[in-house]
């Protein structure tokens, strides 16, 4: 079985160093990429512009979406990933440091697998990266994989 | 209206109506009275007169008893010389000389010398003989035709010793011509009496009554006093009024009866005219009331109606008045409703003014509250990941490459944690208090005895250590947004469980209570306490009454609390004393009976 990657849709830096450490205590096989806004989250997962040498059905295991993105924010992206029929089933967890429900029950609304917020302890956080990393990737079978 | 000023005009009237009366009254007395006392004057009069009438027969009489014919004893010569007397003096009818015996010696009426009867009145002839002095007789019937006769007698006196007794004859017709020259009212009766009560003459009906008894009453009456006035029936059944006058000297009377009837005629004719004349006042002045009074009325009709339409803020029809001061009133009023028109014109112009600033004031508040809370939203959104960075990172000094650095290294990593931490606490809070004022009110009924159980039970839970009795009064409730109400109950709840957390048989109640006459909820603790000085700054966003090191809190949940209830239209206040506990009570506008079921 071909190792699937993660990608993680992250603008910010320290966030996105914070994540790769966490994903990486818990020592997964997968490869990670970062996209750093929404438009780039589209290119990749359509493999098109700067992605378009990608192959489309190389789908990613895990999508994880931050919600606050410059250009098109989490929410568009996902709307937009619902919409098309390669990236409909693919899944998708929101990561996002807001408390608000608005957001949680939007993001379910366009249809997130998951949501987590991101914690302010690095050590909770760690653990639930790993939790997350290792239900999404050991766990759930993709649909549409082979 | 109208009724009551035809009464106001009855009122007065009746005064005058009893007036009038009284005065119709007195004067059919004294009217009355007056005629009575004609009558007694003309009685008065007519005895004088038959009185006169004797005088003069007794003069003649005695011109004829001193005749010297009788003392020669020449009777014929007496009967020619009395009967000469007689025809030119017309005084007497005839002339009688009678003998001490009764029998009548000369009689004028029959020639001298012819056979005579005894006298008529025995008795009056002995009565001069006896007396010696002038007589007149009563009524009595003749002694020659048997016819009504009336005598005056006198003594014929020879050597001081009476002879013979002269009679002069007076008729009644004589009488019955006085009585007619009175000319008397028809229907009145008038009557001379004998001094017996004998009827000498009458009008009317001489012939028949003359020589007749009167009936006894009149007799007693007319026997009394010299002169009277009573109430008595004639003879004929007529009700009159009788006065009589009797003479002193002869004792004869006169009677004069007033029909009743014709004595009231005509005062009742004047009364009626005169009370015609009253009625006629009347009704023309309850007519002219009655008038006055509709139009009164219609005017003050009128008026009522405006002053109604006045009130209601209709305007107002000029109207009909009868009178200067109603059209006055209705004028003054007419003025009143156009004022008051062109200011509620001006008003609503003025409300409609208001209601619109009112309208983009509230709409720029909104729009300012909507960006005030994004504001809050956005900082504290991204006042997060630089707080991420700086808790994550310097963790993962501490785990990843604790083993390079000494214990001061390390002590200072876990500070800069600490003071991430809680700033984040901080942004929370803020998050919560904006939260607070945040999105729309939706109330409901909620259990708040269900709410204050669970919350506690959790608080236990989450510090199982702590032994804190509670209490929570059964079926409270509120009405209000449940959200809100439970970030309300959470935080009352919180503080008590927290400012109790250094006070030994910690007991937190939950109950009814008062807040300005309403029924609120109250939360109560026997923990720290604070003072009451400072009881303002207790619901201000980060003012905290406490030190850090003695309870922890960022100063928030108060601020958010007062915020919910202020929201609901409720209030909230807090009692305590340093050391003594805190209650705080709260009420939310649309609770029907907070708590107090």
Redesign the interface.
């Known amino acids: 079985m071909k190792t699937r990657s993660i990608l993680l849709v992250e603008d910010n830096a320290q966030d996105e160093m914070l994540m790769l450490l966490a994903l990486n205590k818990v020592a997964l096989a997968n490869r990670i990429d970062v996209v750093r806004d929404g438009q780039q989250a589209l290119d990749y997962l359509f493999a098109q512009g700067e992605y378009s040498a990608r192959k489309p059905e190389d789908s990613p295991a895990v999508v994880l979406l931050d919600i606050s993105l410059p250009r098109l924010s989490g929410l568009e992206v996902l709307e937009q990933l619902r919409a098309s029929p390669i990236t409909k089933l693919l899944p998708i967890v929101l990561l996002t440091s807001s408390d608000e429900e608005k957001d949680r029950l939007r993001g379910y609304e366009h249809g997130a697998n998951s949501y987590v917020r991101k914690p302010l302890d690095f050590g909770a956080f760690a653990e639930t990266v790993a939790r997350l990393g290792v239900y999404w990737i050991a766990t759930n079978e993709p649909p549409g994989g082979d | 209206m109208r009724t009551l000023l035809q009464l106001l005009v009855l009122a007065c009237l009746l005064p005058a109506m009893v007036g009038v009366a009284v005065i119709l009254f007195r004067d059919y007395q004294d009217g009355r009275a007056q005629i009575v006392e004609d009558a007694v004057q003309t009685a008065r009069a007519l005895v004088r007169i038959v009185d006169a009438e004797f005088n003069k027969a007794e003069i003649l009489g005695q011109a004829l008893a001193t005749s010297s014919y009788l003392d020669q004893r020449d009777l014929s010569g007496f009967h020619g010389r009395a009967s000469g007397l007689l025809a030119s003096t017309n005084i007497a009818s005839n002339a009688v000389l009678t003998g001490p015996d009764g029998r009548q010696i000369i009689n004028t009426l029959r020639p001298f010398g012819e056979p005579l009867p005894m006298y008529g009145d025995p008795a009056v002839i002995g009565q001069v003989l006896a007396s010696g002095l002038p007589t007149i007789s009563g009524v009595f019937a003749g002694g020659l035709s048997g016819a009504p006769k009336i005598t005056v007698n006198l003594p014929v006196l020879a050597k001081g010793k009476v002879v013979y007794v002269l009679s002069v004859g007076v008729l009644p017709e004589q009488l019955h011509l006085i009585l007619h020259r009175q000319n008397l009212a028809a229907g009145w009766v008038i009557s001379i009496f004998d001094n017996s009560g004998i009827i000498a003459a009458r009008i009317p009906g001489h012939a028949q009554n003359v020589g007749k008894k009167a009936n006894d009453e009149l007799i007693a009456r007319i026997t009394g006093p010299l002169e009277g006035t009573f109430e008595s029936v004639t003879k004929e059944g007529v009700p009159a009024v009788l006065v009589y006058s009797r003479s002193p000297v002869s004792r004869w009377s006169v009677a004069i009866a007033v029909p009743r009837q014709a004595l009231e005629a005509r005062l009742i004719r004047k009364q009626i005219i005169t009370a015609i004349v009253a009625l006629l006042l009347f009704a023309a002045t309850a007519g002219l009331a009655w008038s006055m009074g509709g139009q009164i009325s219609d005017s003050v009709q009128a008026l009522t109606a405006a002053a109604k339409k006045l009130g209601s803020g209709e305007p107002i029809a000029p109207s009909q008045s009868h009178f200067r001061e109603a059209a006055e009133v209705a004028s003054a009023m007419q003025g009143a409703s156009a004022l008051l028109a062109e200011r509620r014109g001006a008003l609503l112009e003025l409300k409609d003014q208001l209601e619109i600033k009112v309208a983009e004031r509230t709409k720029e508040l909104s729009a300012a509250n909507n960006e005030l809370g994004s504001f809050a939203?956005a900082v504290s959104?991204d006042l997060?990941?630089?707080?991420?960075?700086m808790?994550?990172?310097?963790?993962?000094l501490l785990?990843d490459h604790g083993d390079k650095l000494d214990a001061t290294a390390k002590g200072y990593l876990q500070q800069i944690d600490n003071a991430?931490?809680r700033m984040?606490e901080l942004i929370?809070g803020i998050?919560a208090l904006s939260r607070s004022t945040q999105g729309d009110l939706q109330r409901e009924k909620v259990d708040i005895s269900a709410m204050a159980e669970r919350q506690l039970r959790e608080f236990a839970l989450s510090e199982p250590a702590r032994p804190v009795k509670w209490s929570v009064e059964p079926e409270l409730t509120a009405v209000g947004d449940r959200r809100m109400v439970e970030a309300v109950m959470s935080n009352l709840l919180g503080n008590a469980w927290k400012y109790t957390g250094k006070t030994n048989d910690a007991c937190i109640r939950v109950h009814a209570g008062l807040l300005d006459g309403a029924a609120a909820i109250c939360v109560t603790d026997n923990g720290a306490g604070f003072d009451m000085a400072h009881a303002k700054q207790l619901f201000q966003p980060f003012r905290r009454l406490h030190r850090q090191d003695e309870f922890v809190g960022i100063g928030i949940g108060l601020a958010t609390v007062q915020r919910i209830v202020r929201r609901h239209g409720g209030e909230i206040r807090a009692e305590s004393a340093p050391g003594a506990g805190a209650t705080f009570c709260f009420t939310l506008a649309g609770t029907p009976s907070a708590g107090a079921s």
């Open positions: 939203y959104h997060r990941a630089p707080l991420r960075a808790s994550g990172f310097s963790q993962v785990d991430s931490k984040g929370e998050l």
